[in-house]
Every structure is written in C-alpha cells, then in structure tokens.
C-alpha cells in the first residue's frame, strides 16, 4: 500500500473571465468563448513568481514518506488506503524514507483529524520505531487506556504537511525536513478487530466496599461488574433474558414470606440504572436509578451470555451473583418521568418531527436521511435590486483552467501552468435551512462537459468570519476559523454531450429605457439559450461534509457560507457560467453597489492575483459569480415532549420541590454511528396559544432563560430546570451519513427526588 504524495506549491498568478456564446460545435464554442477573453487578458499586468518546496539549502537527503499502512494490533496490514471501514482500535503506520527524530513528532506535524471542519483532535499516542512511526488510537498521549479508539463510522484525515507549508515538519535524525505534503482519508467502522479469544466474567465488586462483617452494601454506592478484558458497551442491556437483556440486576421476590423487598414494594422488581465503563472498559460500574434503597433491599445479578467483547465474542461464563444487601442509608427513592413511545400522549405535534412510536411501536427513530439542492444561478445573485436585469452575461474558466486554453489565447496571463484558486460567498437565503452539505456541482456554460484530468483538485468550505458577501482580500482571512477539506485529490471530468437541463429561474422582462441587444443578453428573450443550458456537473465525491446551519431563518440570517476551489492545470478546461452586474448592458462598468462575491488567484495562492487596479481596471475580489449547486442532507430530526407538570402518581414533578437527576436513554449507545443528544427546558408556568393550542411558556414566571436575552432556551444539564414545576424534553436523533443509521430510542427515564 504505497501512498501518493504530491508538493504543494506556492504560486501566484490570476485569470480573466471571458464573454461568448455556445455554438454547436467544440471548435466553434471554443473560438467564440475566447473571443473576449483575448481582448481582457491584454489589459492584465501580471507578474509570476514561484517559489521551491524542499530547497533553501537543505542537505542532500530526502526525508519523504514512502508508505502508509493500516495495522493490526500485531502490526500486521489490515486494511487498504482509503478505507471506509477501518475497525476502531486498528493503528495507523508511517513509513518514511529516513530515520524520524522522535522529537518532531506531534500532533501538528502529522495531523490525524476528524469533526465537521476536520478540527478535533483524536485521542491517540504516538510511537515511533526507526523509521516507521505508529499512531494508535488506544492509548492517549498520557499513557492511559482508550479501548474504543476511533469514533464509529466517522470520517478521518491524515495531513502530514511538507517543509515551507508550516514551522515545524517531521525531521529524520540530522534535522532534514519532511520534503513532501500527503493527505488522504479514511472511514471507521461500527467494530474492532477479530479476535477469538472469548470473554469471562471475573467478579462483582462495590465502591464504597461492603461491610466486612455484615457485608452489606452502602446505599449511596456503586457496583462494579469485572471482566478479563474490555467490553463491548451496545451490549449491556438490562433485563431478563427472556426480555432481550444481557443482565438482570433484580430484588429478590420474597412476597411469600412478606420480606423487607415486599414491604417496600419492590419484591421480584428490576432494578433500573445506568452502567458506565472504567478507563479499560474491563470494569462496568452500576448506578442505581436513586440508590441501593433507604432500606435493607435484597437484590441478585444474573449475566448473561449476550455481553461481549470488542470483538463480537460471547460471554464464556454466564452466572449469577448474591443475594447483596444494601444497608438501608440510601437516599430517598423518588419517582421518574418516562416515556416508551407506546402512544402520542406526551408527544409535541408542533415541534416534533421525528418517528413517535407510529411505525415501530416503543421507538422513537430519526425521520429518512433526504436531501434538497440549493441552486445559485449568477445572473439572480448580481441583482442588487434597482437595476434588475442589469448585467452582462460572460463564460469563465476558472478554476477549472486547462493548457488547451492557450491554444485559443495566446500567452494567457497569468499562465494555466500556475493553476487556479477561486472563492465565492453565498447567503444564508440561497443556501436555505441547515443541513450537512454532502456535495456540490459547478453550472457549465452549455450543456456539454469535454474530457480533462486535474492532477490534485483542493476544495474548501465555511463560514465567512465578518457575515458579510464581501470577500475580504485574502482567501484565509475570509474563513471564521479554519475551512473544512472536503475534497484533496485528483478529478476526471468525462465527456458528456448532456449533463442534464435542470431548468433556471427564468429572467423577467426588458428593462425600460435599456436597448435590446442581441449581442449583449440582458434579460428575457434574449438570454436564451442562457436559461436553457442549466446542467450541473459535480465536484469530486466529498471526502467529508460540512454542517451549515443559518441558526435563525435563512432569510433572516446573517451567516454567510463561503466556498473555495484550488486546482493545478489540467490537459482541458470546462467553461462555467458567470454574470456580471454592470451599469449599463455591456458597459464593462460593474454596479458600484453589488457585494465582491467572487476572488480569484493561482492554485493554493493566499492573496488576490492579479491585484486590484483602478486604473487597469481590474478588480478582485469582483462584483460577480458562477452558477453553484449545493446538495444539503437532512440528517436531524426532533422529538419533542410536552411539558410534564406537578400532580399524583405516574408522569409528574413533585412541583416546586422538584430536584431533576440526570435522564436515561435506551439504548445508551447507538449503533452505525448515528448520535442521540437529549436537551430539557423548565417552566414555573405554562399556557396554551388560544389560536394553535400550542404549549408556550408564561414568562411572568420563572423558566430556563438566555441571562443576556431573556428568552426560553434549551438546556443540556438538567439540574439547571430544578425547582421548576414543569419540565420537557427534546431528542435530536442524528443520522450516520456514512451509514444511513438513523438514531433510535426505546426509553427515556428523568429520574426526580422531592427536596
């Protein structure tokens, strides 16, 4: 498994939009589409400079990566390059052509990321051997155990940067720097690796421990189940074994014999709780929902087969455990709110839009992961809405520049070797509601597309830090924080005669006191077939997604997403659509008014190239676009209760005196990669909107509040809605993108004592 590096470079240049029509054929549309773009690039002064990537004096040796390798825990290849499913405990191992200073290694030298802009870190440490340097996600950089590694079904980078990309570089032993910069990715799996050797259960333990001489259990503490090894968490579900469960924690039914389990009430119950694992995992400690009971309760532990290892292995030595005897100083046993998703009774209709127990009854699920375009067409977006229709239609080929351009035009400056980079902005009411945006698609000029091949395309994706369209004059200011890689590699753009007629918006009528002039397309008529032409060919398949979110209404919002496109020179080049808001139809004059959507400079160049020139009349960033096609995944969907208010028996708070401890779900842990978050508000008061009937909190009483507005807010700690009569919650359940898992929830347990 070798791994393909490629330097970056450090080149600066720009490109010129060019105006043209379409004609039927390759040659024709390629003479008529550099037509104008002769006459512009002529005006353009233009200095090139390139600098080396390994030079500067070094010596002779060069420390390069030679090979990546994904390891069993024997240090066995396990998986190929690219993989996308890498179990989670799995090593990744480098390979570089000299031996490695062990003191230039860390986790900025060689960047193992994941995250939605590819900015957490995982837990990990790394080894390094000779030449070979090993990351395993198992063990953390402080020596401590991580068993589970890796994040199930999650999408991985490795960025090991080349010298003059950062301050620090990998070095071999005489301080030579890493020449070359590689990147690639992977996916996790929801596993680990295969082992045969099985589990065994080794003993039930207490914290505090029992009594030495009673050897009663204290009632505010922890039980301890121990294994010889770790332990897979999806399998701890508690319950008879008839039921589905993998342990069963119960009071001993002494009914018959009107035992202390009986007076209480409890006799012959399960006992409800929550397991969480030890930094091995080989240690799964109980919780009791309130405590081991305020009284001297009996209760056993049968285990179960069912509970595995990481590897998938049973149970060796199912068995059971006790009789245990708490000794009566536990807290007061309260009562819980609790829904099983049985019925719609506690179900919001207003603001819940997932699966409430109508398709599989007892489960709440994640709605289908669906996905919408957004389409931004360059003719809308250069209207700044007094000079409708006022603007000059111009095919670009950038960034996707290729060396037959200088067939066409002569000493293209700056010249297609140098690449190009393009950044445009889009705002929140063309984007639309949040969703991941899990692929994009350029708007050719025509509806035909012609073979080419870019060695390393690099695409970007965030949040304009100033919520603003305006682009500020440097591609890395613009970003708030760091972008999101989405894509690094190669792409092959096929020929196609038809890449679809996904029909545009079509323009209005003739602008008043404007000529009609064929040769310039202003609007109506005579864009066609402008509008007619609307095919959409994609980008490289993601590497990763982007998560947007306009946090408010789109049309409202302020946020601002702002996309970017590197490209090294291929063999051809594809024409994109542009519009440019001009004063007067095929002035040149751009509207002084629109925003600088659009920055333009050579592959991986940070500054505008060519820059700004009043009198050239050359302006970057620039009052324009390109058509763009973004897909966005629904991958979220809500499930809200009603508020559960102060009353008698089952479902209430105890009012005012409510103490909320925090919630249970069921299953703990999902499978697939999906995610589910539970969030709660509180309200002293509630009222019902006498137009939709909708449940609104009274705010003449108190309630989980903004302190800096004042509005209701959702709350992730619970203990902050105490002593609040009435309380809700909101799942989100959060789909795999990767897997399609949906999120899935059974039960939800808040667990509630009276202060």
């Not at 753009?493 to 310039?520: D, F, I, L, R």
């Not at 959409?536 to 982007?546: A, D, E, K």
Request: charged letters at 15%; proline letters at 7%.
């Amino acid at each position: 498994m070798r791994a393909s590096s490629n330097t970056r470079e450090n080149t600066a240049s720009g490109f010129a939009p060019q105006a043209g029509s379409a004609p039927s054929s390759r040659s024709r549309w390629l003479g008529r589409r550099m037509g104008a773009l002769a006459a512009l690039v002529a005006a353009l002064t233009f200095s090139c400079f390139a600098t080396s990537c390994g030079g500067g004096g070094y010596a002779a040796k060069d420390m390069i990566l030679v090979e990546l390798q994904f390891l069993d825990r024997g240090l066995k290849p396990v998986a190929p390059t690219g993989t996308k499913s890498l179990p989670r405990n799995a090593i990744v191992g480098l390979v570089f052509s000299e031996l490695v200073n062990p003191g230039s290694v860390n986790n900025q030298t060689i960047q193992v990321r994941f995250g939605p802009a590819f900015q957490s870190v995982p837990s990990g440490s790394f080894q390094i051997s000779g030449n070979r340097v090993l990351f395993d996600p198992t063990t953390t950089a402080l020596g401590q155990p991580n068993p589970p590694g890796f994040l199930p079904v999650t999408q991985y980078v490795i960025d090991i940067p080349g010298v003059g990309e950062q301050s620090s570089v990998v070095e071999n032993l005489d301080a030579d720097p890493n020449l070359n910069t590689f990147f690639t990715q992977f996916t996790t799996s929801d596993g680990w690796l295969r082992e045969l050797v099985p589990p065994q259960i080794v003993e039930i333990i207490f914290a505090p421990e029992q009594d030495p001489l009673t050897k009663n259990v204290p009632g505010n503490g922890l039980m301890g189940v121990v294994f010889d090894e770790a332990m897979a968490p999806g399998t701890f579900v508690q319950g008879a074994q008839i039921d589905g469960g993998n342990i069963d924690i119960r009071h001993v039914d002494d009914s018959a014999s009107n035992g202390v389990n009986d007076q209480n009430g409890v006799a012959g119950a399960s006992m409800d709780g929550s397991f969480t694992p030890s930094p091995n995992w080989k240690t799964w400690w109980f919780k009791p929902l309130f405590s081991w009971g305020a009284a001297k309760l009996v209760w056993t532990v049968q285990v179960f087969q069912g509970l595995t290892d990481l590897s998938g292995n049973l149970l060796v030595n199912p068995r059971s455990f006790g009789p245990y005897t708490g000794d009566g100083t536990g807290i007061q046993t309260g009562k819980s709110l609790r829904e099983e998703f049985t019925d719609q009774a506690m179900m919001d209709p207003f603001d819940s839009d997932a699966d409430w127990g109508s398709t599989a009854e007892g489960w709440a699920l994640g709605q289908p992961v669906s996905s919408r375009q957004a389409y931004i067409y360059s003719y809308a977006e250069t209207d700044n809405g007094t000079n409708s229709g006022r603007g000059q239609y111009s095919p670009l080929a950038a960034p996707l520049i290729g060396a037959d351009l200088n067939t066409f035009v002569p000493n293209v400056s700056p010249p297609t070797s140098a690449g190009r980079r393009v950044m445009w902005s889009f705002k929140a009411s063309r984007i639309g509601t949040k969703g991941s945006v899990t692929a994009v698609a350029w708007g050719p000029d025509s509806n035909a597309t012609f073979a080419a091949t870019y060695s390393n395309v690099k695409l970007r994706i965030g949040y304009q830090k100033d919520d603003t369209l305006s682009l500020s004059p440097s591609f890395s200011g613009n970003y708030d924080g760091q972008p999101a890689v989405i894509y690094d590699g190669s792409y092959s753009v096929q020929q196609a005669a038809n890449v679809g007629n996904t029909p545009g918006e079509p323009a209005t009528g003739h602008v008043a006191g404007y000529p009609m002039n064929p040769g310039c397309q202003t609007n109506g008529n005579w864009n066609q077939p402008l509008f007619n032409a609307s095919g959409w060919y994609n980008w490289p398949t993601l590497s990763t997604f982007f998560e947007w979110d306009p946090q408010t209404s789109p049309d409202a919002s302020t946020k601002v997403l702002v996309f970017d496109a590197s490209c090294v020179e291929g063999d051809s080049f594809q024409q994109v659509r542009g519009w440019f808001g001009v004063t007067y139809p095929c002035s040149g004059v751009l509207i002084g008014g629109l925003p600088l959507t659009r920055m333009y400079t050579t592959y991986e160049e940070n500054e505008p190239n060519p820059a700004s020139n009043f009198v050239a009349g050359i302006q970057n960033p620039e009052q324009s676009i390109s058509d763009t096609c973004f897909t966005l995944t629904r991958r979220v969907s809500t499930a809200q209760s009603l508020f559960y208010s102060p009353g008698v028996g089952d479902n209430t708070t105890f009012g005012d005196n409510t103490n909320y401890l925090p919630a249970l779900l069921d299953p703990a842990v999902q499978t697939g990669g999906a995610l589910v978050e539970i969030e709660f508000q509180g309200a002293d008061a509630i009222d019902n909107d006498p137009v939709t009937n909708q449940e609104v909190i009274n705010q003449a009483a108190p309630f989980t509040k903004d302190l800096v507005t004042g509005q209701p807010i959702w709350v992730k700690d619970i203990n902050k809605c105490d002593g609040m009569q009435n309380l809700r919650f909101r799942l989100r359940l959060i789909s795999n993108l990767i897997s399609l898992q949906v999120g899935r929830i059974s039960k939800v347990t808040i667990p509630m004592t009276n202060n």
